[in-house]
């Protein structure tokens, strides 16, 4: 079992930033990778960005250059900061972890979602 917790979402200007954070408690020791999905209305859930416990990253091509996912040294925290933000940014953020078991299958836990506005 697996708790994400999001926070840091608002209401931003265009060309403003902000931080996204996710807590991950529970049963956190066999997360292998944890990130950032969006949904906006009427549209797709999409990835954002993901790290993994190894330290790799992936951006989606629209965040890319723009954004930055990191982790905590306890690497239970992540945190993805957005700068140049456009009225296309608009959108709830899912924080995600995926669990992997030993025996190679996975689980795929979902934060509540934070809602993030860019509008002047």
């Known amino acids: 079992q697996v708790q994400l917790v999001e926070s840091g979402g608002g209401l931003v200007q265009p060309g403003g930033s902000l931080t996204l954070t996710c807590a991950a408690s529970g049963s956190i020791g066999m997360i292998s990778v944890m990130g950032w999905y969006r949904q906006a209305p009427g549209k797709l859930r999409e990835m954002v960005a993901t790290v993994t416990s190894g330290g790799s990253t992936n951006y989606a091509d629209s965040v890319k250059g723009r954004s930055a996912i990191s982790r905590d040294n306890a690497k239970t925290t992540v945190f993805l900061q957005m700068n140049s933000l456009k009225s296309e940014d608009t959108a709830v953020y899912y924080c995600?972890?995926?669990?992997?078991?030993?025996?190679?299958?996975?689980?795929?836990?979902w934060g509540q979602g934070t809602q993030v506005t860019v509008s002047s």
């Open positions: 995600y972890a995926v669990r992997t078991y030993e025996s190679g299958s996975k689980y795929v836990y």
